[in-house]
């Protein structure tokens, strides 16, 4: 618009009087955006009508009056980004690609305050490389060159700014403003451990100092968890060693670690470079009772632990006690499933053969076939069990731990895999043509002679049916779609491989879809029974069965459907092992179960009898 003719539109819109230079900026050839129709070009004026005509890439020749566009419309100055993706579309591409710190300052540069949102520049970069994934790939590189630039603010939070600073501000300037000013615990902690790894630290003791005094403050405050209060602990520990000064006095390792109420969850919370500091932290302040802190973890810790204090034990010439410490529970019988599992997968890694070689024993594969079992009882949810996996996958361990067995104790253990619970029937099938090839004799156990017969029939009470599909229709409805929603969501916070929230969702949507198979495989076999046709003369599903241990202490315990399963309350699957055991049982049978004492049935009654005041 020239000058007469701003004067007059003015003149008609008095309210318009501030926005003259905006007004006056809109001339023909200019580039412009609008958040609803993105980028577009004026190209004309229709004085009759008194609008600009604006071409955007879905409205071109759009007529919009320019009272509107004072308000709506962002005329773009000609080194705007779009404007240079207009002028030269490769070069600018090349340029976010290849460098995507210029393309934030660019975008920052003519933002409000030079400051934006990544959903606000997030508009800007849709028009130059799309919105599909390649935006949200772009984003993660952008962060971390963004996090490099000393002219970039990165924002606190995920809706926060990114703010192009006046003057460009030092590394180590903005990681001890990390420190000081975040809010949250883990990016102090995460911005301090960038310090010690920045180069020039020599001449700035005084950042170091402000630095450690804000990590001590922190490990005294309330807010800190134990394991934020180790990380802090060390921290302190190395700003001490940069600065060549003693800790100061009131931090103490030894106090931490007597704080501490759950050793094993701290040490199962700590990536490896930690995990082993701590190991190495505890052998020097406790000399004497190291090792039995270290036998505490290799029972109670989970699979990364394991192998982490094995190594650390090995390392420390330690062979002998660990190798007495396994065999001891290998007779006990209290090897842990995690321990079990690590034991299977890494038996024939070099350096652990000579402690693992003489463990892999038909003994162990019941102990783990057992503790597969005892694990299917007591979840809670449908998650896998790592163990199981092992020894699905494992093509060699049958033909290892049956070496020199007799035939009627592998017999025994292939019974047992085609028991559990803890595989699919595709998968015992597979684990039992391992033993049948290496003991022919054993074909009956798939063609059901002298075996238990293969029954894909899934028996489940009507009660139990109805909340399963009630839970099918929850899992389809309300929880894959919100989680979905937050694997999404998550997804755009960062580096994906430091980003706890998308590592939490992915593991929760992958036990979301898990479950949702099995249920629809389940629910393709079921059978809905209703007791009705149960007698008393031998144990069937919906007995209930009084057992003797022979010194008068009795019990009872109800045999019901598939999904029917209440240890607590007594009411066992009759596809638990227990459950197994019982059914064609009379009156005067002894029952045996692997890990129980033997017992006696001694009365056989009608679940429909006994339930109401069960």
Known sequence: MDAQLVESFVLKNPQLQRQREKLASMQLGAFCFHRTFGFGEIVGYNAAGQRLLIDFSQKPG?????AFAVGHL?????????VQFRRDPAAVRTMVQEDPAAALRLMLLHSPDRRATQGEMGVLLNTIIGEDAAARTWWLRARKAAEADPCIAQPEAKTGYYILREQPLEQLD???DGVLLSRQMEKK??????????????????????????????FHGDAASSIERLQLFWLCEDFSLVLGQPLPEDLSFESLLRSVQDFTAIADGLPVTQLNRLLGGVRHVFPDDYLARCILLLRNGNGRT???????LLGHGLEGDLGTILQQWSRDNTLRATLLNWILRNRHQKKYAP???????ARLFRQALVSIDQ???????NRKIALAETIAEDRLLIEEITMNQP???????AHMVLHSQAFDTLTKKSIAVRFIRLFPALQSLLDGEGGQRDDSTLRVSQTSLDAVRSEYETLMQQKIPANKAAVAAAREQGDLRENAEYKMARQDQDILLARKAQIEKDLARVRVIDFHSVGTDVVAVGSVVTLDDGQNQRESFAILGAWDSDPKRRILSYQTPFGRALLGKKVGDTVVVEGHPPRQVTAIDRWLDRSASW
């Open 174 to 176: 903005e990681l001890v």
């Open 407 to 413: 035939i009627e104790m592998v017999r025994d253990l």
């Open 306 to 312: 394991v192998g982490v204090v094995v190594d650390f």
């Open 189 to 218: 902690v995460r911005h301090a451990a960038k310090i010690l790894t920045t180069k020039g630290l020599d001449g700035q003791r005084e950042k170091l100092l402000l630095v450690l005094d804000e990590l001590g403050k922190l």
């Open 375 to 381: 694990e299917v009882l007591r979840r809670a949810n």
């Open 74 to 82: 962002e005329i773009l100055p000609e080194d705007h980004i779009l």
């Open 355 to 361: 402690l693992l070689e003489s463990l892999v024993t």
């Open 62 to 66: 759009h007529a919009v009056d320019p």
